[in-house]
Every structure is written in structure tokens, then in C-alpha cells.
């Protein structure tokens, strides 16, 4: 019971401190400040009244705005989490913090929290307070679809930190995981089309296995359930659209895309939590 408690009072401590250290960050704030930023460029600029595919409104902003976060934030959670576990062992931030009645778990979970709470709630607040200002001047708020990219959101987010931390615990160095995650999201990028094609065209393979092999990437389940609730007969996806959609149904795949990357990104998790137990990390 004792140790139990002493878990769950460390992580939060930790989870604690990790806020109150993002919160005095420039990133943080540069982060925070793009999103919301970008929310109000795209008010500004009329994007609300202009229409495509039947997407008007909000429900036009929300599509624009989700194509950015596919960009941005997989290359934001890596490159700023990667650091945080080698970061301390580095500094000896963690050999301090470890002689302390602080559990392996409760310091690596207490990081895990906090990095998701400082990524989400940004992009959640952005996303939020467009649909408040829409209600407020009169635009019709699509909340099903409001909720949907919220919870997509927040599966990419929690698994790209889960690859993240599971990188910032086996590598080295700093340098080291920094340019481990780069070269991650460029090879996830690279699948999301090119290398397909690719493989596709030279070694003359099936197209539901090189789709179905795209689909463990999970860029590439984000991008597509972005565009089945945009486009629900995928137009713009061509000929993989017939595939996609003759597999599965439109509801279980959007259900995939959240549930998919959620249990990735908590696999990386409990493997890095548990290299993070087993080995000397100091």
C-alpha cells in the first residue's frame, strides 16, 4: 500500500514539475502562440466563407486547420520530447531526482502526462475557440465533427509521445534521439505516398497489401480518416479510395484511426517505461 501511494504521489509530482518547466518555456508559448495564431489568420482571411466538396464554415476552417496539425505537430512532439528523459540523465537533473522517494515509473508516467497535457490542450484551446467564436457570430458549429478531430488529435499526439519517450530512454544522447526522430518522421512521411508508389510500380506487388501496409503508419491512418470525414467517398485519394472504403466501413475506420495510433503509442510507452526500469539508466 505504501509503495503504491509513494507511485502515485511521484508522478504527479513529476507531472507537476514537467508543467510548471514547460510553462516558463519559449517553445511553449511559440507553440501555443502558432495555433491560435493561425485560428485567427484563417477568421481574418475569409477562409469560413469559402466552400469545397460541400465544406463551408467552420467545418471548412476545421479541415484546413487539421491538414496543418498533420504537418506540425508529429515533428513538434518528437523533436521536443525526444530530449526529455536523455535530457535529465545528461544534466543530472535524473540522478538528483531519483535519490528522492521517486519511483522509475512515477518519474517516466509523470513526464508522459505532462508532455500530452502541454501538446493537447494548446491545439484543443485553438480548435475550441474557433467553434466559441463561431456560435458567437452566428456560424453553424459542427460538433460531431468538432469531436472527431479533437479525439484524432489527441491519438496522434499520444502516439507520436509514446515513440518519443521510448526513444529519449534507449538512445545515448541528446543528438543522438534528435536525430533518431528526425529520421522517424522522415521515413513516415516518405510512406505516406512516394515509397508506396514506389514499391508498388517496381516490384509490381497487390495494391491492397501496399495499402494495407501503409495503413500501419500512423500518419498515414491520420491523414486518411482527416480526409474520409472531409470527402467520405475519398475522391482525392484516386483508385485507393475503392480499397479503403470496399474494406472497411466509414464509421469502423475512423474508429480504427483513433483507437490504432492510441494503442501504438501506448505499446511505445509501457516498452520504453520498462527499459526505463530494467536497465541502468544512470
Known amino acids: ?5 509513494i507511485v502515485t504521489t511521484s508522478w504527479f509530482q513529476v507531472m507537476n514539475a514537467d508543467i510548471r518547466q514547460s510553462l516558463r518555456s519559449k517553445w511553449f508559448w511559440t507553440y501555443s502562440i502558432l495555433f491560435g495564431g493561425f485560428i485567427a489568420a484563417m477568421f481574418s482571411t475569409g477562409i469560413t466563407e469559402s466552400q469545397i466538396i460541400g465544406f ?13 496539425s498533420m504537418v506540425i505537430l508529429p515533428i513538434y512532439v ?15 537533473v535524473m540522478e538528483f531526482m531519483l535519490s528522492l522517494p521517486l519511483s522509475f515509473s512515477g518519474y517516466f508516467w509523470g513526464k508522459f502526462i505532462a508532455k500530452f497535457l502541454m501538446t493537447y490542450i494548446p491545439v484543443f484551446i485553438a480548435l475550441f475557440g474557433a467553434a466559441i467564436y463561431g456560435s458567437f457570430t452566428r456560424l453553424d458549429v459542427p460538433w460531431d465533427l468538432f469531436s472527431l478531430y479533437s479525439a484524432l488529435l489527441a491519438s496522434m499526439i499520444f502516439c507520436f509521445l509514446g515513440i518519443s519517450m521510448f526513444i529519449s530512454v534507449v538512445s545515448s544522447s541528446q543528438d543522438l534521439a534528435v536525430s ?10 516518405a510512406f505516406l505516398d512516394l515509397i508506396l508508389m514506389g514499391m508498388m510500380l517496381k516490384f509490381r506487388l497487390d495494391a491492397g497489401m ?16 482527416v480526409l474520409v470525414l472531409f470527402d467520405p467517398d475519398l475522391t482525392v485519394m484516386g483508385a485507393a479510395s475503392y480499397y ?14 483513433i483507437i490504432y495510433p ?4 501506448l505499446f511505445f510507452g509501457m516498452a520504453g517505461n520498462r527499459y526505463f526500469r530494467k536497465h541502468d539508466i544512470l
Do not use: C, H, Y
Request: hydrophobic share 55%; net charge positive; charged share 15%.
Open 1 to 5: 500500500m505504501q509503495a503504491k501511494k
Open 56 to 68: 463551408v464554415g467552420l467545418s471548412r476552417l476545421m479541415v484546413t486547420f487539421m491538414q496543418v
Open 78 to 92: 518528437l523533436i521536443t520530447t525526444v530530449r526529455s528523459v536523455v535530457g535529465d540523465r545528461e544534466s543530472n
Open 180 to 189: 533518431s526522430a528526425f529520421i522517424l518522421w522522415l521515413l513516415l512521411v
Open 210 to 225: 501496399v495499402i494495407g501496409f501503409g495503413m500501419l503508419n500512423p500518419l498515414q491512418v491520420f491523414r486518411t480518416a
Open 244 to 257: 479503403v472504403l470496399d474494406t472497411v466501413k466509414r464509421e469502423i475506420f475512423i474508429a480504427f484511426a
Open 262 to 265: 492510441t494503442l501504438l503509442g
